[in-house]
């Protein structure tokens, strides 16, 4: 199954949350798409050299109409914050853009400060009401490491889901709960959306254990119709659906 099918992205907005590979889905499926729109309801690095265009607007549903057909995938930032990076519009111009735009919309929701793993903060996530998919993710490499700052952010949130202690060792289950809760990764998630969890960084056989462990249990959790395992800077990012 290729990443547009098992994300369901096609003319969908599609709203990632979590950590460990947000701004990888957003750049793999806006690659793959006709005419998508890269955007974020927070803030988000500046990702010029990953789409062909990005205008800089506080009226992107008017900039939609200006784009020519050598600017798709398009980025659309409300405003630059400091020098590495863009601001995001609020939930509400989010979903303006969506209803505007020809094609898929694809919606940094949160940020994670560039950990593997994270629940979410009390204002997290930032995700418009009229999302079709919610993608929450997990790197898999965080399975067998210390539950601390050093890859999770907010662990004291973690353990807080999963009632374990911060400086546990991180188990399948662990990521499972979280990205199946919604305290976590499924936290916002309007009601009519669908969502798929995605286990990133699948990069060898070690990973690949603890992704289909991390996989099943959230089957077990939650009302989702797949789990991705993804390397999602491979050229071919989707290395197992576990349904």
């Not at 863009?86 to 989010?94: M, P």
């Not at 950990?115 to 009390?122: C, D, I, Q, T, V």
Request: charged content about 30%; aromatic content about 2%; hydrophobic content about 45%.
């Amino acid at each position: 199954m290729d990443l547009t099918t098992a994300l369901d992205a096609r003319d969908a907005t599609v709203c990632v949350v979590g950590a460990g590979g947000k701004k990888s889905t957003l750049f793999a499926l806006a690659d793959r798409l006709d005419r998508a729109v890269v955007t974020a309801s927070v803030r988000i690095p500046i990702f010029d050299d990953r789409v062909a265009a990005v205008r800089v607007t506080e009226d992107p549903v008017a900039a939609l109409d200006e784009v020519g057909e050598g600017d798709w995938p398009l980025g659309l930032v409300p405003e630059r914050d400091r020098s590495d990076r863009y601001l995001g519009y609020d939930t509400a111009t989010v979903a303006e853009v969506a209803d505007a735009a020809p094609g898929a919309t694809l919606v940094k929701a949160d940020g994670a400060r560039l950990r593997e793993f994270k629940a979410p903060g009390e204002r997290e996530p930032q995700i418009p009401s009229n999302a079709d998919v919610v993608v929450p993710i997990a790197s898999a490499h965080v399975v067998g490491e210390p539950l601390t700052d050093d890859l999770v952010h907010r662990p004291e949130e973690v353990a807080a889901i999963t009632g374990r202690e911060t400086g546990d060792e991180i188990r399948p289950a662990d990521v499972a709960t979280v990205l199946a809760s919604p305290a976590g990764g499924l936290k916002g998630a309007p009601s009519g959306a669908t969502a798929i969890p995605v286990v990133n960084k699948v990069d060898d056989d070690a990973d690949a254990a603890a992704a289909r462990a991390v996989a099943g249990e959230i089957l077990h959790r939650a009302d989702v119709p797949r789990v991705l395992l993804t390397r999602l800077i491979a050229d071919d990012p989707v290395v197992e659906v576990v349904e």
